[in-house]
C-alpha cells in the first residue's frame, strides 16, 4: 500500500466540497447506527430476534458495498459533520470555537457503558482525543498527529446526561501542540486531559 502524504490528504478533505444533501443522508444514517448500537448494548436478543436482525444487517451491508468512495469523497471523518459522521466517537453538538478554544455539549448512551450506568473510561479518552484533535483543526494549526493524551479521572460520567466538553490549546513550541480539555456534568469536574500533537512533515502519512 502506497503512503499517501497526510498534510495533502488533510489539505484535500477540508477542501473537498461534498454536497448538502450527501451529508445530511450519511448523517441520518450514522444517527440510526449510534441508536442501533446503544440498542444492542441494551438488548438481551433471542436465537429468533438474532437471526432476524442478522439477516436485516447482511442486506443493508450487500446495498453498503455498492456505495464505497475513496477517502477524500466520503462523509465519514469530515469535521464540519454532526459527531464527524462517525458512530465510533460520542456525537458533540452545539460546539462552539471561540479562537484558540472549543466548547460543546455531549451525551453517552449505553454503548458507552463501562458499568453501573457511567462512561467506560476509555470512551472518555476517545472523546477527548477527537474533541482535542478537531480544535488543532479549526484552530488552522499545522496538521498533526497524536503523540500522547494524558487523561486524569475526577468522577465518573453519567450516560444518558448531557455533559459539557472543553478544549483550550495551552501553547505551541515549535511543531508540538499542547491542548487541553475537560469533561463536565453540570459543575462536577468528570475528566481532564492533557495532549500533545506534532506537527507532520511533508510525506510522512
Given at each position: 500500500m502506497?503512503?499517501?502524504?497526510?498534510?495533502?490528504?488533510?489539505?484535500?478533505?477540508?477542501?473537498?466540497?461534498?454536497?448538502?444533501?450527501?451529508?445530511?443522508?450519511?448523517?441520518?444514517v450514522a444517527t440510526q447506527i449510534r441508536e442501533l448500537l446503544d440498542l444492542v448494548a441494551a438488548s438481551?436478543?433471542?436465537?429468533?430476534q438474532a437471526a432476524e436482525i442478522t439477516e436485516h444487517l447482511r442486506e443493508v451491508n450487500t446495498i453498503l458495498r455498492g456505495a464505497g468512495a475513496p477517502e477524500p469523497e466520503r462523509v465519514w471523518g469530515r469535521v464540519d459533520t454532526v459527531g464527524r459522521a462517525q458512530t465510533l466517537v460520542p456525537s458533540v453538538v452545539d460546539g462552539t470555537y471561540v479562537g484558540d478554544s472549543f466548547s460543546g455539549s455531549v451525551r453517552f448512551g449505553t454503548f458507552h457503558v463501562g458499568e453501573n450506568s457511567v462512561v467506560h473510561g476509555g470512551a472518555i479518552c476517545l472523546l477527548f482525543d477527537d474533541v482535542?484533535?478537531?480544535?488543532?483543526?479549526?484552530?488552522?494549526?499545522?496538521?498533526?498527529?497524536?503523540?500522547y493524551l494524558t487523561v486524569n479521572f475526577r468522577s465518573v460520567a453519567p450516560v444518558d446526561e448531557t455533559l459539557t466538553v472543553t478544549a483550550t490549546v495551552d501553547r505551541i513550541e515549535g511543531r508540538k501542540q499542547f491542548i487541553r480539555g475537560s469533561l463536565w456534568a453540570g459543575e462536577r469536574l468528570c475528566a481532564e486531559a492533557e495532549g500533545l500533537w506534532v506537527a507532520l512533515k511533508p510525506g510522512q502519512p
Open positions: 502506497t503512503e499517501r502524504d497526510a498534510i495533502a490528504a488533510l489539505h484535500a478533505l477540508r477542501e473537498n466540497t461534498v454536497p448538502p444533501e450527501t451529508i445530511d443522508a450519511h448523517d441520518s438481551r436478543l433471542d436465537a429468533a482535542l484533535g478537531a480544535l488543532a483543526l479549526e484552530a488552522e494549526l499545522d496538521p498533526s498527529r497524536t503523540a
